[in-house]
Structure formats: structure tokens, C-alpha cells
């Protein structure tokens, strides 16, 4: 049962530990699309979202030629600063749906009472580990994923599974130092994210985070910035990269390889949710039905990378493909209360703490002192150009 007002404290207090000192007021936009209604009267829908527009506005058209009666307007921002803006209009509405990459937070706004039933044919029939009660769905399949450049192979086996790297690191200890680059778990949220659930799955997680110290690994905030430092060259081997933007980026950039690992693979999902007190239910509702039926689902699948989940969309890059393809190895983050442990403020010290133990012998992260972490935001908001 749903307790809004404690609910909301206990967000309210959570998302202001994750942003330090940062005002819980309104942030600004980051971004906006607009879609003009071709008919009259026109039925408003506002999104927030966090989608690059250019993934973003096949989506946004392809439902506008569905539903030409509405005007569309799409707000992006990055995780953090949505999360702000909906806590702070959560007692006067301003947007119908919310979408995110960042499970956990997602998650804990959903969990806090901030979204509402749907109950449709399409949410009925969505799968059920792509969903939360009727509240909450998945809707993209994106694999996390290491990148190398091909060039390694003069030097040695280019890996293709965790325990591959950690063969690698062992043994190639001093040639990789300073060449593998992974996310800074202090700076980025996402990668804080798959540090936890790569704890969970792994038995020998920790092997290789102290294999990653021993060499030197560097340390990033961004899939963007992993990806540039590995076309330069200043690294080799790129660790836990979010594979939609990898995709796109390596498709442009041949020196590159990007591999999911064969052992287990961990797999987001973007989230969508209606608001609760959305100023246009019936409008947003019509449109989280578009993301999850066949249309939008097979232009997920063909026409960006950001995969689909519909077991009937068919094609590389798709839930189906990649569960036909790698099996029980295919792990996606669970929709469901573990997300919470995520954002537990001790849980978050004592992974820190196992990762400063690892790292000892270096002084600093990417960004400063590795035992007195920053804040944690979420710093992947936007991808790398192609």
C-alpha cells in the first residue's frame, strides 16, 4: 500500500543526499521537441524524458502519425534533474509521462506513489520481468557491454567475457596499465548501478575490481568519454559501457569492437510511467501503448539501438535475439524492490569502501580523492556523436 506523504519525505530525502547541496527547485530543460496537433481541437501530452533527441524523435513522429489529435511536447534532461522537476511539481502535475534509463530511481518514484495504473490489452499482455505491477514498464533491451580496439589482438586475445578479462588483467598486468577504462562508481550513477548487480551475480566481482586497481584502470563519468579515450587510443579495453550508445558510436568508428559478454550479460531497460494527477491521462495512456505495441517496438529494433522487448519483434539487437543468442546469460536488472538497494546510502559506502581497497595504491579517481567520494549524480545524460 502506497503512503504518499512518507513516501515522499523519504524520496525527498534520498534524492537530496544524491545531489549533495544541489536546491531541490525546478531545473531547467535540457532540450525540448515539439509536435504541433493536425487537428482541432488538439489533446495536449507533455513527456519528461531521458532520451537524446535523436533516439528520441522517430519515437515522438511515429506516434504522431498514429495520433495526429494530439500536440506532443518532449522535455529532456538528465536523470538527476528529472527526478527534481517531478518532486517538485509532484502536488501540481505539469507532465503526463515520465521515461528513464535509471531504473532505481524510477523505481522508488513509482514505488513512492508518483505513478498510476494502466489497464490496457498491451500492459495486460507485457511481459512480466519487463514490468511493475501496471505501473511501471520496460520498453527498451540495451546490453552492457565492453568495447576494444582491434588492435589489441597484436597483443593478445581480445576478451569476450568478465572472466576473460580478469584472465587478461592477471596476466597482462603491466601492458594494460593504464589501458582499460571503466565507469567512475562515485561520478555516475549507471555505473554505480552495474557495480551493485555485477556484486550480486558475480562470485568473483571482487577479483576482478582488484584486478582493474592492480592495473591502473582509469576511471570515466561517461560511456562518451570511455568511448573518445578508446578511439584515441589512451585505452584499450573499455569495461560495463551502455551498449545502445557504444553501438551507434562503433558503427562509425571501424577501430573499434564491441562485444556483450558471453558469460552473463546485464541488460537495462528504459522505464516509462504515467504520472499520477497527469494533467492528460487518457493521452499519456494512449502513448505508453504505442511504445509497447508492434510499431514502436519494431522501430526500436530497426531504426535506433536501443533494442526491443516485444518476444514478437524479431532482428538483431532485440530481447528475443539476444536471449536466442547468449541463453541464461542474459541478465536483465530486475523491476522490483531490489532496485531500493541502489540507493542505500550504506550499501553505496561499503561498495565505495571494497573499491578504495582495491584502488590503494592509486590516490585518485578521475576526479579526486577516491576516499572521500562526491555525491553521486547519474552523468551519463547524453550519448557520444557518432
Known amino acids: ?11 525527498t530525502g534520498a534524492l537530496l543526499g544524491l545531489a549533495g547541496t544541489a536546491a531541490l527547485g525546478a531545473p531547467a530543460l535540457a532540450g ?12 495536449p501530452l507533455t513527456i519528461y524524458g531521458v532520451l537524446d533527441p535523436p533516439q528520441a524523435r522517430p519515437l515522438l513522429a511515429a506516434f504522431k502519425q498514429h495520433h495526429p489529435e494530439i500536440a506532443l511536447v518532449y522535455h529532456h534532461m ?9 518532486l517538485a511539481e509532484q502536488d501540481a502535475p505539469q507532465a503526463d509521462v515520465i521515461m528513464s534509463p535509471a531504473m532505481p530511481w524510477q523505481y522508488q518514484l513509482a514505488n513512492a506513489g508518483l505513478s498510476s495504473t494502466l489497464d490496457s490489452p498491451i500492459t495486460a499482455a507485457w511481459p512480466r520481468w519487463a514490468r511493475w505491477r501496471h505501473e511501471l514498464f520496460g520498453f527498451t533491451f540495451e546490453p552492457i557491454v565492453m568495447v576494444y580496439r582491434r588492435d589489441l ?18 596476466a597482462h598486468t603491466d601492458l594494460l596499465k593504464g589501458r582499460v577504462v571503466t565507469y567512475d562508481p562515485r561520478l555516475s550513477g549507471a555505473g554505480y548501478t552495474y ?8 562470485a568473483r566481482y571482487w577479483d576482478l575490481v582488484a584486478a582493474l586497481g592492480r592495473s591502473h584502470t582509469a576511471l570515466e563519468a561517461t560511456t562518451s568519454a570511455m568511448l573518445e579515450g578508446l578511439s584515441a587510443g589512451r585505452y584499450w579495453i573499455g569495461y560495463n559501457l551502455i551498449g545502445s550508445y557504444a553501438q551507434a558510436y562503433v558503427a562509425n568508428h571501424p577501430e573499434l569492437e564491441m562485444v556483450i559478454p558471453r558469460d552473463y550479460a546485464l541488460v537495462l531497460q528504459r522505464l516509462v510511467m504515467r504520472q499520477r494527477g497527469a494533467p492528460h491521462p487518457e493521452a499519456a495512456a494512449r502513448f505508453i501503448d504505442f511504445l509497447l505495441g508492434r510499431p514502436a517496438q519494431t522501430l526500436l529494433a530497426t531504426r535506433t539501438t ?12 532485440t530481447a528475443s535475439a539476444l536471449r536466442e543468442r547468449l541463453g541464461d546469460a542474459i541478465r536483465p536488472v530486475q523491476i522490483g524492490p531490489g532496485l531500493l538497494a541502489t540507493l542505500d546510502t550504506l550499501k553505496r559506502q561499503t ?17 579526486g580523492p577516491l576516499a572521500d567520494p562526491a555525491p553521486l549524480p547519474d552523468a551519463d545524460k547524453e550519448s557520444p556523436s557518432p
Open 1 to 11: 500500500m502506497h503512503h504518499p506523504d512518507l513516501s515522499r519525505r523519504r524520496l
Open 32 to 43: 525540448t521537441l515539439e509536435f504541433a496537433a493536425s487537428t482541432t481541437p488538439a489533446t
Open 78 to 86: 538528465d536523470t538527476l534533474a528529472l527526478h527534481q522537476r517531478v
Open 153 to 170: 589482438a597484436a597483443h593478445m586475445p581480445p576478451p569476450e567475457s568478465h572472466a576473460e578479462l580478469l584472465a587478461r588483467l592477471d
Open 195 to 202: 557495480a551493485i548487480e555485477d556484486a550480486r551475480i558475480s
Open 306 to 317: 536501443l533494442g526491443a522487448v516485444d518476444p514478437g519483434v524479431s532482428g538483431p539487437g
Open 351 to 367: 561498495l565505495l569502501e571494497q573499491w578504495q581497497q582495491a584502488f590503494a595504491n592509486r590516490t585518485t579517481f578521475s576526479d
